[in-house]
């Protein structure tokens, strides 16, 4: 359990699997508490990444 939210540039070659794609971008979340996005702009990758951030902060009230 990594918990890791991970925001990759490139899709991985699951893409093709609609349930692989929820379990790895959704689901897997409930499980080990980290997550996958796959998004090619970099600006928007940074600002998926401190959302993400921002979003822990609050639960943790820091």
């Given at each position: 359990?990594s918990g890791?939210y ?7 070659k ?22 996958f996005?796959?998004?090619p702009?970099p ?7 401190a ?12």
């Amino acid at each position: 359990a990594s918990g890791v939210y991970t925001v990759l540039g490139l899709p991985p070659k699951i893409m093709g699997s609609p349930n692989v794609v929820k379990l790895l971008t959704e689901d897997v979340e409930n499980v080990v508490g980290g997550k996958f996005a796959v998004e090619p702009d970099p600006m928007r990758m940074a600002e998926l990444m401190a959302a993400h951030i921002e979003k822990k902060r609050k639960a943790l009230g820091i």
